[in-house]
């Protein structure tokens, strides 16, 4: 019986010391943010709610080897063979790639989305043209299947209808998802495995297309010669087994494995002014394609695989930022453009500057200032929205009429 107690007492004994140690590595790891938090809060009552957010925000992102966690997690639901993690937060298709889904019964109705958009067009000058750019879904229609008890969120439908409402008030558009499983590429190729983003072979094919649709608009062809939009012009550089992307990040590498990344930038002579502004950040760089336009930093980080700053996507105009302007100094008498985009669109709008004057690109959920009326007083000739099916959202479409 002494002995029986006594290993009780040893078991509480290392419990209680496994969670005190455990505490305090994680006050000390996330004691900096909660600090930095503090020194900023505003303290009055009716904040309240909005520091205790901030700092159980601070406590979640910083416990002590949380991405250790998460691929221990992600290794338990792999060895039971499931399909999906945190209540279906992320999922997995019959061919192992990851997806963001939730339940749904139908598609979502985007008419007031779909009205915005026509307002930015009357509210542009009469001589700007105005696209309306669709990029593909992950989930590909006639090759994504889900196992049974999937959920599936209907964006390519919603797709549809937002589509269709824009073609009945005259608005130009493109729907990447057209041609999409006969451009070469190899389906299962498309788009990464632990990513929501399209790989970029797959975004260079959508520049090809759409200079394809731009050279039926305009009486002077972007690339008449075909040879910005030849693939054998660039470099192609692989990088295998580097890249965990936003849905790998929270399932870890041992529930779908990593990706392998290209890097494609121009072997011909390239010359570029690149300015951005998020907040108060902003620079202005200058020189080649791969100077100016590309930061091979994610590509080179060292010992921070989940970490945002390692993800590869972010190669690309450094990422999403508030407003952008690219400009092509080798191509002076070019189309002037604005891109109102999400991140996927980012490496295609990059390879587009090849073959225009000028690109300005707008984030709407970085940019604090009123779109319409940039895109109203800016000299531009052409004014793109891509906006992907899963981001059809209020969040994205801070602009026009809501009636």
Same mark, same amino acid.
């Given at each position: 019986?002494?002995?029986?107690?006594?290993?009780?007492?040893?078991? #509480?004994?290392?419990?209680?010391?496994?969670?005190?140690?455990?505490?305090?590595?994680?006050?000390?790891?996330?004691?900096?943010?909660?600090?930095?938090?503090?020194?900023?809060?505003?303290?009055?009552?009716?904040?309240?709610?909005?520091?205790?957010?901030?700092?159980?925000?601070?406590?979640?992102?910083?416990?002590?080897?949380?991405?250790?966690?998460?691929?221990?997690?992600?290794?338990?639901?792999?060895?039971?063979?499931?399909?999906?993690?945190?209540?279906?937060?992320?999922?997995?298709?019959?061919?192992?790639?990851?997806?963001?889904?939730?339940?749904?019964?139908?598609?979502?109705?985007?008419?007031?989305?779909?009205?915005?958009?026509?307002?930015?067009? #009357?509210?542009?000058?009469?001589?700007?043209?105005?696209?309306?750019?669709?990029?593909?879904?992950?989930?590909?229609?006639?090759?994504?299947?889900?196992?049974?008890?999937?959920?599936?969120?209907?964006?390519?439908?919603?797709?549809?209808?937002?589509?269709?409402?824009?073609?009945?008030?005259?608005?130009?558009?493109?729907?990447?998802?057209?041609?999409?499983?006969?451009?070469?590429?190899?389906?299962?190729?498309?788009?990464?495995?632990?990513?929501?983003?399209?790989?970029?072979?797959? #975004?260079?094919? #959508?520049?090809?297309?759409?200079?394809?649709?731009?050279?039926?608009?305009?009486? *002077?062809?972007?690339?008449?010669?075909?040879?910005?939009?030849?693939?054998?012009?660039?470099?192609?550089?692989?990088?295998?087994?580097?890249?965990?992307?936003?849905?790998?990040? *929270?399932?870890? *590498?041992?529930?779908?494995?990593?990706?392998?990344?290209?890097?494609?930038?121009?072997?011909?002579?390239?010359?570029?002014?690149?300015?951005?502004?998020?907040?108060?950040?902003?620079?202005?760089?200058?020189?080649?394609?791969?100077?100016?336009?590309?930061?091979?930093?994610?590509?080179?980080?060292?010992?921070?695989?989940?970490?945002?700053?390692?993800?590869?996507?972010?190669?690309?105009?450094?990422?999403?930022?508030?407003?952008?302007?690219?400009?092509?100094?080798?191509?002076?008498?070019?189309?002037?453009?604005?891109?109102?985009?999400?991140?996927?669109?980012?490496?295609?709008?990059?390879?587009?500057?090849?073959?225009?004057?000028?690109?300005?690109?707008?984030?709407?959920?970085?940019?604090?200032?009123?779109?319409?009326?940039?895109?109203? *007083?800016?000299?531009?000739?052409?004014?793109?929205?891509?906006?992907?099916?899963?981001?059809?959202?209020?969040?994205?479409?801070?602009?026009?009429?809501?009636?």
């Amino acid at each position: 019986m002494h002995n029986f107690f006594a290993k009780k007492r040893i078991t #509480a004994f290392l419990f209680i010391l496994v969670l005190v140690t455990f505490s305090v590595l994680n006050i000390i790891q996330s004691f900096g943010p909660i600090q930095k938090t503090l020194a900023s809060a505003d303290f009055h009552y009716s904040e309240a709610k909005e520091l205790i957010h901030e700092l159980d925000d601070d406590i979640n992102e910083h416990v002590f080897d949380k991405f250790g966690f998460v691929e221990a997690y992600g290794y338990m639901q792999s060895l039971m063979w499931k399909n999906e993690e945190n209540n279906f937060e992320v999922v997995k298709d019959m061919e192992g790639k990851l997806h963001y889904t939730y339940f749904a019964t139908g598609p979502t109705d985007t008419k007031d989305l779909s009205n915005r958009v026509a307002a930015l067009g #009357a509210h542009l000058d009469p001589k700007t043209k105005l696209t309306y750019v669709m990029t593909p879904d992950k989930y590909v229609r006639g090759y994504t299947q889900f196992p049974e008890g999937i959920p599936y969120n209907y964006n390519n439908e919603t797709a549809d209808g937002f589509l269709a409402n824009l073609k009945q008030d005259g608005i130009d558009t493109v729907d990447l998802r057209e041609g999409l499983l006969e451009n070469g590429i190899p389906a299962k190729d498309l788009f990464f495995t632990t990513d929501h983003h399209w790989k970029i072979k797959t #975004a260079f094919w #959508a520049f090809g297309q759409l200079v394809n649709h731009l050279d039926g608009m305009y009486n *002077k062809p972007l690339d008449p010669d075909h040879y910005f939009t030849d693939l054998n012009n660039y470099n192609v550089v692989p990088y295998q087994d580097i890249f965990i992307g936003s849905q790998g990040r *929270k399932a870890g *590498k041992y529930f779908a494995g990593d990706d392998d990344f290209d890097l494609i930038y121009p072997k011909f002579k390239t010359d570029y002014s690149f300015y951005f502004k998020t907040g108060e950040t902003e620079a202005t760089l200058n020189g080649r394609f791969e100077d100016a336009l590309l930061t091979t930093y994610p590509l080179n980080v060292q010992g921070a695989t989940y970490d945002l700053t390692a993800d590869k996507y972010f190669t690309y105009l450094y990422g999403n930022q508030g407003i952008v302007h690219v400009v092509n100094k080798d191509n002076s008498n070019g189309l002037k453009v604005l891109f109102i985009k999400d991140s996927l669109a980012v490496p295609m709008i990059s390879f587009l500057s090849t073959v225009v004057s000028e690109i300005y690109l707008i984030d709407p959920r970085y940019y604090t200032g009123d779109i319409m009326d940039f895109a109203s *007083k800016t000299d531009l000739d052409h004014v793109f929205v891509s906006i992907s099916p899963q981001d059809l959202v209020d969040e994205f479409f801070p602009y026009g009429s809501k009636d």
